[in-house]
């Protein structure tokens, strides 16, 4: 996640550059890295985005601050904001996938990463820098034919956040795809 506005501003024109969906400053794909869950200050790994948003496939739910794609689009404007958020979407979420495969451990099907959070996002830093490394390199993931990448079970989402998300999803809508 950017820190500071002026990596926040930046990551949003780099989004916004890709399909022209706005306040972008990240992506979520639809999977997580298995953790013990915190014991305490469960708070600080909850996060607040302002003016921004994540982007995520259909197996989220829609929030004020995680905009999905519209199930059964209306108008021309909420096909425009469709296309634009998968556009926006798919290399990031190729990429993760891509990662998984290379690192069981990130994946579900490895099993729960038993370390405190911090700890976890430590381990999996250095499986995306050893990632990186792996693809300047061209070196090839090894196939495992026993595990397929079925995707992760999806969170269920809150009334009263799927109400707010509606609103903000159609203000993006009328705002940047009418």
Not at 83 to 104: N, P
């Given at each position: ?90 290399v990031v979420e190729q990429t993760i996938g891509i990662w998984k495969a290379r690192f069981k ?74």
């Amino acid at each position: 996640m950017p820190r500071g506005m002026e990596e926040t501003t930046a990551t949003k024109r780099k989004f916004f550059r890709i399909a022209n969906f706005p306040h972008v400053i990240g992506i979520i794909d639809g999977t997580h890295v298995p953790i013990a869950a915190p014991s305490q200050d469960e708070e600080v790994y909850q996060g607040e985005f302002g003016n921004s948003v994540l982007l995520g496939d259909s197996g989220y739910p829609l929030e004020p601050n995680l905009m999905v794609q519209v199930g059964q689009p209306a108008n021309a404007a909420e096909g425009r904001y469709n296309t634009s958020l998968k556009k926006t979407r798919v290399v990031v979420e190729q990429t993760i996938g891509i990662w998984k495969a290379r690192f069981k451990c990130v994946h579900q099907k490895g099993g729960t990463l038993s370390y405190t959070p911090l700890k976890c996002g430590k381990m999996a830093a250095a499986t995306f820098l050893l990632h990186n490394y792996c693809r300047r390199r061209n070196i090839p993931l090894l196939e495992d034919p026993d595990d397929p990448d079925d995707p992760d079970p999806a969170p269920a989402a809150a009334g009263a956040r799927l109400a707010a998300g509606q609103a903000r999803r159609r203000q993006i809508i009328q705002e940047y795809f009418s």
